[in-house]
């Protein structure tokens, strides 16, 4: 289940990933349009409707990957902000955030669960680590904003090392770590077949995870059964008392 889960999530990732690229090529593609529809209408009783059509398509699709606030202006050309009309301006006229000399801004997925983040650079074409602003609010609609929402806190991050953890792969992490703690102490009580108090003479633990051996660092990825008992069932701490083969007393957790 968590390596299910943990591959979900970096796909999902992937996904965030492209969606700011799609975001960024259609803000790019408005601001582009503006330019033409400027050139076209300003001075002149000509409307360019062609073009008009097929920016409104590049906002129609944009809105479904985030939300956000449009306003034409009177030179005819289209203002987009990300979310309202308070937040990071992304087209203005014929700028979108392509140039160092914009007041815009492209996006960027940033960070790793449970901080994954959209963000916002200023500084010319490429991306330059360190010089992201944080857009505020963060999307709260479209598909950007629901598959952050699933990476971040449906899916969550694994609670190891006793963090805090957040979503299924924490709810996972608990139940291994539960178990371990549950079952351990009570094998250890136990006798196996040949009658020696296994875990109490060897120190291994039934379940531990395949790190540092202890129970209270088990997580969902790294759970496992102890080898002697996955070689050999007779090794199972069953009995409650040596010389009793057929006592299943300290199998049972009730």
Excluded: C, H, M
Excluded at 28 to 37: F, T
Excluded at 67 to 89: M, S
Excluded at 96 to 101: D, E, I, Y
Excluded at 165 to 180: F, K, M, P, S, W
């Amino acid at each position: 289940i968590n390596t299910s889960l943990t591959t979900t999530r970096t796909q999902i990732v992937t996904q965030i990933s492209q969606d700011v690229i799609d975001v960024n090529t259609a803000l790019a593609s408005i601001a582009k349009l503006n330019s033409q529809i400027g050139a076209i209408e300003i001075g002149s009783l000509v409307r360019a409707n062609d073009l008009r059509d097929a920016r409104q398509q590049a906002v129609e699709e944009l809105s479904k990957k985030i939300d956000l606030f449009t306003q034409e202006q009177a030179n005819g050309t289209l203002t987009v902000n990300f979310g309202t009309a308070a937040g990071a301006l992304l087209v203005s006229g014929v700028f979108s955030g392509n140039t160092a000399a914009a007041a815009t801004v492209k996006l960027a997925a940033d960070g790793v669960p449970p901080t994954l983040t959209i963000r916002s650079w200023t500084g010319g074409e490429a991306e330059i680590a360190g010089n992201l602003d944080a857009v505020v609010p963060q999307p709260t609609g479209g598909t950007l904003a629901a598959r952050i929402e699933v990476v971040n806190t449906v899916i969550g991050v694994s609670n190891a090392v006793d963090a805090a953890g957040v979503g299924l792969l924490r709810d996972y992490d608990r139940i291994a770590r539960a178990l371990a703690q549950l079952v351990n102490p009570q094998q250890a009580a136990g006798f196996n077949l040949q009658g020696s108090p296994l875990y109490a003479t060897n120190g291994n633990a039934f379940f531990f995870d395949d790190g540092t051996g202890l129970a209270n660092s088990t997580t969902a990825a790294n759970v496992r059964l102890n080898a002697v008992v996955a070689a050999d069932t007779r090794e199972i701490a069953a009995s409650s008392a040596a010389g009793r083969p057929n006592d299943g007393a300290n199998a049972s957790l009730t």
